[in-house]
């Protein structure tokens, strides 16, 4: 506990916290142009210097001394004069980065198609830095900065408040804030150094994982212990089961997908994209993963809904229809990998060309795929007709 004479007064609180207002403001892009003169790419690729060496690494070097400072760690002790000092220069850093990034994002030119020459100040790159650096310093060091003024003013407010259990959660909540807040910010400095296919990479690894949900609901469906206690389940029923397992095998290969495409540098068979790929193939590449988590969710609700309704809601375009669609999309994406896949050298004991293995691989995938949305669409139409007249009793 910090003595009486280290307390923060309620001038200075409020002088910190009337500054939080600006930590709700969310970055944006502003005006374009229609090309950059050579004079002002040479000025943007200076202002993300600045954000990758300097502005957000003392960020991240400020968060660890602001958690000791407010004695949360095992080994520190409250010092909230410095925990006053750490956010003000937080407070002056914050502003930095967000012009800065603001600076850099402003006026890039909105051509997605010929914009491969500006590289690290192309449209695509510069909006996600633009929305990754506004999540860290508006979503995440907010709650942080927050956090810590009120935490100095319940401990003014009452003497054993580090002996109090809204003390420990506050604690908890702050330590989980400091840790979100260090680890964005770290990721973020790597998207700087990084090429736009780990920005790329990223967001299919992200988007594989909110895929699990979604095997969890599909497993319940088909489980043994739900089906077996209805004897008289109706054709329908039975054929949404089906159905059921069928589109497990489909999110699977997805994710199976996804994780290749999300790891491969570290995969026996490493391969890169093309670094001269423009705003628009890579913007597609990275909505693609999102726009395929949304037609999984639509199918397994589709098949959720139909198994309690007992009647294929929506008909069978509500199951046919995501499936298409995230067919075209993978096939897409394939198409984009084909034209511009890299291999990385590799040691390969068959002394085989890395490209020759990535495109067995992805062969051997695409197969696979097709063998999984065919059964499950020719179960749909061929056996649907018959599931659905006469229905049985629920």
């Given at each position: 506990m910090a003595d009486n004479s280290s307390l923060p007064s309620d001038s200075v609180l409020e002088a910190l916290e009337a500054r939080l207002e600006k930590y709700?403001?969310?970055?944006h892009a502003g005006p374009t142009k229609e090309f950059l003169t050579e004079d002002e790419l040479k000025t943007k690729n200076a202002l993300l210097d600045k954000l990758q060496y300097k502005l957000l690494p003392s960020i991240q070097d400020q968060i660890g001394p602001l958690v000791a400072s407010l004695g949360l760690r095992s080994n520190s002790s409250q010092n909230f004069e410095l925990t006053c000092s750490l956010l003000s220069t937080l407070d002056d850093t914050w502003w930095q980065t967000m012009l800065c990034i603001e600076s850099a994002a402003i006026d890039i030119p909105?051509?997605?198609t010929h914009d491969h020459h500006l590289r690290r100040c192309k449209n695509f790159r510069c909006n996600q830095m633009l929305h990754k650096i506004t999540e860290v310093l508006s979503i995440h060091l907010f709650p942080l900065v927050m956090g810590s003024i009120l935490f100095m003013r319940a401990s003014k407010v009452s003497t054993n408040y580090s002996e109090t259990t809204e003390c420990q959660v506050q604690q908890t909540d702050l330590l989980r804030e400091s840790a979100t807040c260090s680890v964005l910010t770290r990721k973020t400095i790597e998207w700087l150094q990084g090429s736009d296919f780990s920005i790329i990479q990223d967001q299919w690894q992200d988007k594989q994982y909110s895929l699990d949900p979604l095997l969890t609901s599909l497993t319940r469906l088909t489980h043994p212990a739900l089906t077996g206690r209805r004897k008289n389940?109706?054709?329908l029923r039975k054929?949404?089961?089906k159905l059921a397992k069928l589109a497990i095998p489909l999110i699977k290969l997805a994710r199976t997908f996804s994780n290749k495409l999300s790891k491969t540098t570290t995969t026996k068979l490493p391969f890169t994209l093309n670094t001269e790929l423009n705003s628009e193939t890579l913007t597609t590449l990275h909505e693609h993963t999102e726009s395929i988590e949304r037609c999984f969710y639509r199918l397994v609700r589709a098949l959720v809904g139909s198994f309690e309704a007992n009647v294929l809601v929506n008909g069978q375009t509500s199951l046919g229809n995501p499936v298409h669609c995230i067919s075209q999309i993978l096939e897409s994406t394939l198409v984009i990998l084909a034209l511009h896949l890299i291999p990385l050298p590799t040691t390969n004991i068959n002394h085989q060309s890395p490209g020759n293995d990535y495109k067995a691989w992805f062969t051997a995938w695409h197969v696979s795929w097709h063998r999984a949305i065919n059964n499950?669409?020719?179960?749909?139409?061929?056996?649907?007709?018959?599931?659905?007249?006469?229905?049985?009793?629920?």
């Amino acid at each position: 506990m910090a003595d009486n004479s280290s307390l923060p007064s309620d001038s200075v609180l409020e002088a910190l916290e009337a500054r939080l207002e600006k930590y709700d403001t969310m970055g944006h892009a502003g005006p374009t142009k229609e090309f950059l003169t050579e004079d002002e790419l040479k000025t943007k690729n200076a202002l993300l210097d600045k954000l990758q060496y300097k502005l957000l690494p003392s960020i991240q070097d400020q968060i660890g001394p602001l958690v000791a400072s407010l004695g949360l760690r095992s080994n520190s002790s409250q010092n909230f004069e410095l925990t006053c000092s750490l956010l003000s220069t937080l407070d002056d850093t914050w502003w930095q980065t967000m012009l800065c990034i603001e600076s850099a994002a402003i006026d890039i030119p909105l051509t997605g198609t010929h914009d491969h020459h500006l590289r690290r100040c192309k449209n695509f790159r510069c909006n996600q830095m633009l929305h990754k650096i506004t999540e860290v310093l508006s979503i995440h060091l907010f709650p942080l900065v927050m956090g810590s003024i009120l935490f100095m003013r319940a401990s003014k407010v009452s003497t054993n408040y580090s002996e109090t259990t809204e003390c420990q959660v506050q604690q908890t909540d702050l330590l989980r804030e400091s840790a979100t807040c260090s680890v964005l910010t770290r990721k973020t400095i790597e998207w700087l150094q990084g090429s736009d296919f780990s920005i790329i990479q990223d967001q299919w690894q992200d988007k594989q994982y909110s895929l699990d949900p979604l095997l969890t609901s599909l497993t319940r469906l088909t489980h043994p212990a739900l089906t077996g206690r209805r004897k008289n389940m109706s054709a329908l029923r039975k054929h949404v089961v089906k159905l059921a397992k069928l589109a497990i095998p489909l999110i699977k290969l997805a994710r199976t997908f996804s994780n290749k495409l999300s790891k491969t540098t570290t995969t026996k068979l490493p391969f890169t994209l093309n670094t001269e790929l423009n705003s628009e193939t890579l913007t597609t590449l990275h909505e693609h993963t999102e726009s395929i988590e949304r037609c999984f969710y639509r199918l397994v609700r589709a098949l959720v809904g139909s198994f309690e309704a007992n009647v294929l809601v929506n008909g069978q375009t509500s199951l046919g229809n995501p499936v298409h669609c995230i067919s075209q999309i993978l096939e897409s994406t394939l198409v984009i990998l084909a034209l511009h896949l890299i291999p990385l050298p590799t040691t390969n004991i068959n002394h085989q060309s890395p490209g020759n293995d990535y495109k067995a691989w992805f062969t051997a995938w695409h197969v696979s795929w097709h063998r999984a949305i065919n059964n499950f669409l020719t179960t749909l139409h061929f056996e649907g007709q018959q599931a659905q007249q006469p229905l049985a009793p629920a």
